[in-house]
């Protein structure tokens, strides 16, 4: 299904329409609380863009430096060069491990590579332990926010989930829904011999993983079973210790708007001789798939600085209205629309997100690391175009206004015509913007352009 055709059947939603509304204006809004309290919110995004543009410079090195120190705390390194290459390195650990049962706290890494779906035909149950993220896999679905997996479904959706999945007959109020999740997610926590985890952060200087929740399901999946498999985009990684302590404060109040989050897990290597908790085995799947071809581009390697907060989502128009399933990516909102075409240039779904932005630049003023999303999402248009995949009524139209802003009378001809049809609302002279006002109103346009009144004041200063 094209994008034009899932954003239309999302507008049509009210519901959901409502729901990441609302969703996305309180996470705003605590976000902006958050980071009052901080002092120079700017100060600390600049530092948060230093660092993350001195890790990627340095990728190789620190990747060699984590490889060296991951090992020698005892844990085991495997890069991936695709999506395929990580999801057949995590199958062969866990029949390795002979592995039944993997139990899995939030990663968008393993949606990426599509890890479930690949556990499954070597038949292995895997079973998503972040509330949301079992919500939505039990509905068979993507998650449609980074942070927030299951915002467009309702408690009643959700009640219908689990009564669907044996939970018998079920209220809607939170604390039943809540109460059977954490009964039923212990019976797997308690059963798995695999876990499963994204990172949200790789430490080179001692080989650790930082894993940022708000949930007990991280710990439970990275204590209780005797395997652990990390999930890691190969830029998410920082040089030191003191690197992580700016990151801890500016993820979970681009995220979620809280101060610290509620769990920060860190781990450096296996369980040791005489510890009773965590695994015995320690792999880390380090993942490119796309992500080395931006290296030295200068329009696109600050792409690898994103830390996923989700913050640009929040403030999208787009996303706003639409939601994430409207994508169909794995990666929603700005940051989807500018990284799934990077990741993945030759697939048609991911070069058209690009167009999926009113360009406002909100998103780039959101970022925590200051990634200029809505230029990127300009080239991306300018690589769409230069590739010959725009339309052909695309490439008239604009031909045809790039004549007119050439020829100063054109130009205020076709402005006098556009203001006039707009004030009548002429079917056929609305034609082009149809699909806009389907959903919304058509100010009335000035009678007078800019220009004939900048021309007054110019005459009579």
């Given amino acids: 299904m094209p994008l034009a055709e899932r954003a239309r059947a999302a507008l049509d939603d009210a519901f959901l329409r409502r729901a990441v509304r609302f969703t996305a204006d309180r996470l705003r809004d605590r976000k902006a609380e958050a980071t009052s309290a901080l002092g120079d919110w700017e100060e600390w995004r600049e530092r948060g863009r230093a660092i993350r543009a001195h890790s990627i410079a340095n990728l190789d090195a620190l990747l060699d430096v984590f490889r060296a120190k991951l090992e020698a705390a005892g844990g085991t390194i495997h890069f991936a060069a695709d999506a395929d290459e990580a999801a057949r390195i995590a199958g062969g650990i866990a029949r390795s491990r002979h592995a039944r049962l993997a139990v899995k706290s939030k990663s968008m890494v393993s949606e990426e590579v599509g890890l479930n779906h690949r556990f499954a035909e070597i038949g292995i149950d895997s079973v998503e332990t972040d509330l949301g993220e079992w919500i939505v896999q039990l509905a068979k679905e993507m998650p449609s926010h980074i942070i927030l997996p299951a915002i467009h479904k309702s408690r009643a959706q959700i009640r219908a989930?689990?009564?669907?999945?044996?939970?018998?007959?079920?209220?809607?109020?939170?604390?039943?829904?809540?109460?059977?999740?954490?009964?039923?997610l212990r019976e797997r926590f308690l059963a798995a011999d695999l876990g499963v985890t994204g990172c949200?952060?790789?430490?080179?200087?001692?080989?650790?993983?930082?894993?940022?929740?708000?949930?007990g399901n991280g710990r439970m999946v990275t204590t209780l079973p005797g395997t652990h498999i990390v999930m890691m985009g190969m830029e998410r990684i920082v040089p030191t210790w003191a690197d992580l302590d700016v990151m801890a404060s500016l993820l979970p109040r681009s995220a979620t708007g809280q101060k610290i989050t509620t769990y920060l897990n860190v781990l450096t290597g296996p369980a040791a001789d005489g510890e009773i908790d965590g695994p015995r085995a320690l792999h880390v799947i380090v993942l490119d798939n796309g992500r080395s071809r931006q290296l030295g581009d200068p329009e696109f390697q600050s792409i690898l600085h994103c830390i996923r907060c989700g913050a640009c989502l929040n403030v999208c128009p787009v996303y706003r209205q639409?939601?994430?399933h409207a994508y169909g990516a794995v990666y929603p909102g700005p940051i989807g629309a500018a990284l799934m075409p990077l990741l993945d240039p030759t697939d048609p779904r991911s070069t058209e997100l690009a167009d999926a932005s009113s360009l406002c630049g909100a998103c780039t003023e959101a970022c925590p690391v200051k990634i200029p999303l809505h230029e990127m999402l300009v080239h991306?248009?300018?690589?769409?175009?230069?590739?010959?995949?725009?339309?052909?009524?695309?490439?008239?139209?604009?031909?045809?206004f790039a004549r007119a802003v050439r020829a100063p009378r054109i130009f205020a001809l076709a402005g006098r015509l556009a203001r006039w049809a707009a004030r009548r609302r002429i079917p056929f002279l609305l034609r082009p913007i149809a699909g806009w006002r389907r959903h919304r109103e058509l100010p009335d346009p000035p009678r007078r352009a800019f220009h004939d009144l900048w021309r007054d004041l110019d005459a009579n200063p």
């Fill in 322 to 324: 639409v939601g994430g």
């Fill in 200 to 215: 949200n952060f790789a430490i080179a200087e001692t080989g650790s993983v930082a894993i940022f929740t708000n949930e």
């Fill in 380 to 400: 991306l248009r300018r690589r769409n175009v230069e590739s010959g995949r725009s339309s052909a009524a695309e490439r008239i139209g604009l031909a045809l």
């Fill in 161 to 184: 989930l689990f009564e669907r999945n044996g939970a018998g007959p079920l209220t809607d109020d939170t604390r039943t829904l809540a109460a059977y999740a954490r009964r039923t």
